[in-house]
């Protein structure tokens, strides 16, 4: 069964920065393109990151382009998602998951709380 378990999240004042991590177990993550997703209070889930298995290449949401940057350690079977100039719309909880054909593959975690306010 896999496992994600998110972390990094916090409290942080608009412009401020924060690193998430996503451990991924039980299953092979190192042929995975993995993706970045959110969800604020009232709000369906988008992604915002995708990361794919080999290679790392990168594509992001036009609100976060610039300001997110999705990495990967496939040694570690951990995503990350660095983030900086962070806004109060970007107030959400983050999840990683698995992504094939555009759709998530594995039930998610408990995802990790991003609340931006001064």
């Known amino acids: 069964q896999v496992q994600l378990v998110e972390s990094g999240g916090g409290l942080v004042q608009p412009g401020g920065s924060l690193k998430l991590s996503c451990l991924v177990s039980?299953?092979?993550?190192?042929?995975?393109?993995m993706g970045w997703y959110r969800q604020a209070p009232g709000h369906e889930r988008e992604l915002v990151a995708t990361?794919?298995?080999?290679?790392?290449?990168?594509d992001y949401e036009d609100s976060v382009k610039g300001r997110f940057t999705a990495s990967r350690d496939n040694y570690k079977n951990t995503v990350y998602l660095e983030m900086s100039s962070l806004r109060p719309e970007d107030t959400a909880v983050y999840y990683c998951?698995?992504?094939?054909?555009?759709?998530?593959?594995?039930?998610w975690g408990q995802g990790t709380q991003v609340t931006v306010s001064s």
């Open positions: 990361i794919t298995a080999i290679g790392g290449a990168t």
């Open positions: 998951n698995g992504i094939f054909s555009g759709r998530s593959l594995w039930s």
């Open positions: 039980g299953t092979a993550f190192n042929v995975r393109t």
